[in-house]
């Protein structure tokens, strides 16, 4: 090939390369390609299956532990429906609601809603940025570990009867030990800061690879939307996560050690301090799970609609917008706490502004179908759904960003009708929706249309028929977290509505299930491109290779694998076009290519490291360490912590195979 | 009260609730307006006809450009209606943030787990100030300032049709405002979760004409009346045995202050936090059987031999 030379830093002179040895360009045959095979599979059996850091496998590894979750908040949510479908029942007691609205806020927010989006884009981002891996494969194995772990930490004391009971906000002083003594808010506190850690690393990782793995050409105006989403939303846990972390580390040094962070009655401390640096943390978050999951919109209903998305920049750069503005709306949690009048206009303002990032993206996806030619797949009908549903949460959240009508919305069914439009409507519909488009690429298997209409229609219906109503029983007065009421307060017919319908929103998500479950073994076999889909996890075969790309791809456009039929793009020269099947070779071990961050020009050969059970020793002895904690087993604890000591050397430990030479700029010719 | 008790879109009833009740009533036909309109689109944009593709294009991809026009209008028409909402929504927290004019009565509220302590306080002779709870009474057409604070963990305290709500926050006093404009009894409830009994942490406010509200107050004021009958002088024996650790009777040695004053107890209309009304069966069952009433109150189940309960049932009516 007589492709000019590649300059890789910016402000070298011209014709510099600034790789270990130079890039050799070509097509792969069928013997490279099992050579590839034997270099990047992970061992069979249980080896493997401990130290594996192939980012497919831990992608779906995050997609099932999350519906697992999604399952368990599910059921402790229609136990709370049966308690609130009459007044006056007697199914649950105070303690047990409590537990169960705690457990279930805990397990939607924390251990669905984001690791859900996670498993998507651990999964898809080497695959549609033409990368062969994660940046930091052991870390990305090491956060979906101690996600694992601590869920299961989290879990650990409800079966006692001893779960988290203040409510996922957990607000002091009622989480303190005075008036909760028991073991459930250690576990919460712990817990969360072990899930914080998860979540840290992994955003990290999220970060540096979309800088530094993408396909040669797959500039910043190219990624798909999932990407931008994820990318902003990673940016925003690195500044979000360490306030609760520090909370909720705070809140336990306050219980066991005896300091006096939020000691009220010590006098000095402000309860309301806590408040703070929980919404700090936890509007930003409401964020971090949706800006992905519309990410997941955008890319994928264009599919549907035969046509590229109306508006890729305005929509990529709102996603961004969205995540900033987040930072400043933290108080619309808290206008009734007495803050001062001028201090909640400017809050309030933030609030209603915020929104119209989101109206641009709603008007890119009206645009996007009605200027297509609609496909009434099963993933389109999840994503039109969703764009209506988001209407709805959004509209509501004007409502409520309206500081004296929230002082009347506030802690009623408004807000919890609110939540669960934004939540369900905005994370599970295109979850669902992306689960139906992407499975093929996962499994090599189609989903059943048929199953996953009625689905979507159980789905729609009986989130809408369960939903709505809450509104109303808000309006009517209905404060949240209540464990019975009255029968003459008016809420009787909205809540045995909510409670039927809630039911048949599961039993949408049951027939979900089975589909997954029939389809694993029984669906038609898919190929590469099922849905006839532009981006370019789509041109490697279903399910992907574990090096996922052969060579690694040539990006010209937003829609490699469109190019060819595409209006204009069709007219450019076959050199200005993307090139998958004939790029650039790496093979020599596990590499992978490095590119600058911005232009997406190669810069180095990276060495990947081979598959360890350095994550998952670490991620185990980390969580017995934070178990020790709760027991308060000191002398355990300082074991284990000398155990992680241990996993951290053996991980790190230098390897030949891994020396990344420093490439010296050479002149070529 | 009406069928909903704790509503605010039907009807506010005074000055305090009244223009976000009409800010509410705005944002609902805004809102709705929004949603008709875009699930019109939507609908629209799913079902129009569209033309047919040439012969031999079915395989032909648009360009990626257009529908610019799209993201400009659509934005810039949400923008402006809500710049309007913003607006509107500034002009109603101004004119509910403080009252019109100085409250001439404040009264302070301390929450408690999971019951209402109310003080009446004067400034000028502390002699006159007395104390109650879960029934607060103010007189109608003046604004009352309430002051609250909390004993223990955070509660809110809202009485919907009279204004928005407060949190009540340990180790800092917030300040809220009423006004009714009619006589009549509003509902009030703990918004914020605060533990086992959340769920019934009720009041009401009494909203009387001046006058009455006068007589009401000096009825307060007053100490427990004498005791008459002897099945009451042996409930009040009973009562100091039994129940002053907690509650207090003025005028009386009883003077316990983790529970609710219970000094007019007869006159009040609810017990137990707004839970049952004050009959004299219903105050006997609250006492024998507080735990199966609500779980987890500090209020223990007493148990009584049938003349004790007669005794306290009578010494309890005579609070009057």
Redesign the interface.
């Known amino acids: 090939m007589s492709e000019p030379p590649i300059s890789a830093m910016p402000g070298d002179p011209p014709g510099t390369v600034r790789l270990a040895r130079p890039l050799q360009r070509g097509t792969l045959d069928e013997a490279g390609k099992a050579r590839l095979t034997e270099i990047w599979e992970t061992r069979p059996g249980w080896r493997g299956w401990l130290s594996t850091v192939d980012h497919k496998t831990i992608g779906l590894r995050y997609l099932v532990t999350a519906f697992v979750f999604l399952l368990m908040g599910g059921i402790e949510a229609l136990i709370m429906r049966v308690q609130l479908a009459r007044p006056n029942a007697h199914v649950l007691?105070?303690?047990q609601y409590?537990q169960l609205f705690t457990m279930h806020g805990v397990t939607m927010i924390f251990l669905y809603a984001l690791p859900v989006l996670s498993g998507f884009s651990n999964y898809l981002w080497p695959l549609v940025l033409g990368g062969r891996d994660m940046a930091f494969p052991r870390l990305n194995a090491f956060s979906y570990w101690v996600f694992l772990f601590a869920g299961i930490f989290l879990y650990a004391s409800f079966p006692l009867g001893q779960g988290a009971d203040?409510?996922w906000f957990n607000?002091v002083?009622?989480s303190s030990l005075t008036?909760d003594p028991g073991p459930n808010i250690d576990v919460y506190a712990l817990g969360m800061v072990l899930l914080g850690i998860s979540t840290t690393v992994g955003a990290a990782n999220f970060v540096v690879t979309l800088l530094r793995m993408r396909a040669p050409g797959m500039s910043i105006d190219r990624i798909p939307v999932l990407v931008w989403g994820t990318l902003t939303i990673s940016v925003g846990n690195l500044f979000a996560v360490p306030s609760v972390s520090l909370a909720f580390l705070m809140l336990w040094l306050d219980r066991r050690i005896g300091t006096h962070f939020f000691d009220?009655?010590g006098?000095g401390?402000?309860?309301?301090l806590w408040q703070h640096l929980f919404w700090v943390f936890a509007h930003p978050w409401v964020y971090v799970v949706v800006l992905p999951a519309m990410g997941i919109v955008s890319d994928a209903l264009p599919v549907f609609c035969?046509?590229?998305l109306?508006?890729?920049g305005?929509v990529a750069i709102s996603t961004v917008a969205t995540m900033v503005i987040g930072f400043v709306v933290w108080i619309h949690h808290m206008f009734?706490?007495?803050i001062a009048?001028l201090a909640?206009?400017f809050f309030?303002?933030a609030s209603?502004?915020i929104?119209?990032p989101s109206?641009?993206a709603?008007?890119?996806w009206?645009?996007?179908?009605?200027?297509?030619?609609?496909v009434f797949k099963t993933p389109f009908l999840f994503f039109?759904g969703f764009?209506?549903l988001f209407?709805?949460g959004g509209?509501?959240g004007?409502?409520t960003?309206?500081?004296?009508?929230?002082?009347?919305l506030?802690?009623?069914y408004f807000i919890v009708a609110h939540l669960h439009y934004v939540l369900i409507g905005i994370n599970v519909f295109p979850v669902v929706g992306g689960t139906y488009f992407w499975f093929p690429k996962f499994t090599g298997r189609m989903m059943s249309e048929r199953l996953g209409r009625i689905a979507f229609w159980l789905m729609f219906v009986g989130f809408n028929l369960g939903f709505f109503p809450m509104h109303i029983a808000g309006?009517?007065?209905?404060?949240?977290?209540?464990?019975?009421?009255?029968p003459?307060?008016?809420?009787n017919t909205v809540n045995m509505l909510t409670s039927i319908g809630s039911f048949v929103f599961a039993l949408g998500i049951l027939v979900f299930l089975v589909d997954i479950l029939y389809s694993l073994k029984r669906g038609p076999v898919a190929g590469p491109n099922p849905w006839d889909a532009p981006s370019l996890e789509w041109s490697v075969p279903s399910p992907p290779p574990p090096y996922n790309f052969a060579v690694v791809p040539i990006v010209a456009?937003?829609?490699p694998l469109?190019e060819a039929?595409?209006?204009?793009?069709a007219e450019k020269p076959v050199r200005a076009r993307s090139h998958l099947d004939e790029g650039y070779l790496l093979g020599q071990g596990r590499e992978a290519l490095g590119t600058t961050a911005v232009g997406g020009k190669p810069h180095i050969i990276l060495k990947m490291p081979e598959d360890s059970y350095a994550p998952f020793m670490l991620g185990l002895f980390a969580a017995l360490c934070f178990a020790a904690l709760a027991m308060r087993w000191w002398g355990a604890a300082a074991a284990l912590i000398f155990a992680c000591g241990v996993s951290i050397a053996v991980w790190l430990w230098p390897e030949r195979a891994l020396i990344q030479r420093e490439p010296a700029p050479v002149q070529e010719r | 009260m009406g069928v909903a008790p704790l509503q605010y879109l039907v009807h506010a009833a005074g000055p305090a609730a009244a223009p976000t009740y009409r800010l509410g009533w705005a944002l609902i036909a805004l809102v709705t307006a929004v949603m008709v309109i875009i699930a019109v689109l939507l609908v629209v944009a799913i079902a129009r006809r569209r033309s047919p593709l040439p012969t031999g294009e079915a395989h032909k991809l648009p360009a990626d450009k257009g529908g610019t026009n799209w993201l400009v209008i659509g934005t810039g028409v949400s923008s402006l209606a809500l710049f309007a909402a913003l607006v509107y929504a500034m002009v109603t927290l101004d004119s509910v943030a403080a009252p019109p004019r100085e409250p001439p009565l404040t009264i302070l509220v301390t929450s408690y787990d999971w019951w209402w302590k109310i003080d009446y306080p004067d400034p000028q002779d502390p002699s006159r100030a007395f104390v109650t709870a879960n029934e607060i009474h103010i007189p109608v057409g003046v604004p009352v300032r309430v002051e609250l604070k909390s004993a223990d963990v955070i509660h809110t305290f809202w009485v919907p049709q009279l204004a928005g709500k407060t949190e009540m926050i340990p180790g800092q006093t917030n300040v809220q405002w009423i006004e009714a404009d009619t006589p009549g009894v509003y509902r009030g409830q703990c918004s914020q979760f605060c533990g086992a009994q959340h769920a019934h942490m009720a009041f009401e406010v009494v909203a009387q004409p001046q006058a009455q509200f006068d007589a009401w107050a000096d009825a307060q004021r007053r100490g427990a009346p004498a005791i008459t009958t002897p099945d009451a002088r042996a409930g009040a024996h009973l009562f100091a045995e039994r129940c002053a650790g907690c509650h207090s009777v003025r005028g009386t040695p009883a003077a316990g202050m983790q529970a609710p004053d219970l000094t007019h107890l007869a006159s009040r209309r609810l017990i137990a936090a707004g839970q049952l009304t004050n009959t004299p069966e219903h105050r006997l069952d609250w006492i024998e059987h507080a735990q199966r009433i609500k779980p987890d109150s500090l209020m223990p189940s007493m148990t009584l031999s049938v003349a004790d309960a007669a005794a306290l049932s009578a010494y309890l009516s005579t609070l009057q």
């Open positions: 007691t105070p303690e409590d203040a409510g607000y002083p009622l008036y009220v009655m006098g401390a402000r309860a309301l035969r046509r590229p109306v508006g890729y305005p009734a706490t007495g009048p909640l206009a309030g303002s209603m502004i929104s119209i109206a641009v709603t008007f890119a009206i645009a996007t179908i009605w200027l297509g030619r609609p039109a764009v209506l209407v709805i509209v509501s004007v409502m960003a309206a500081v004296p009508l929230d002082w009347q506030t802690d009623t309006l009517l007065g209905m404060p949240r977290r209540i464990y019975t009421y009255a003459d307060m008016g809420w456009s937003r829609h469109w039929r595409m209006q204009e793009e």
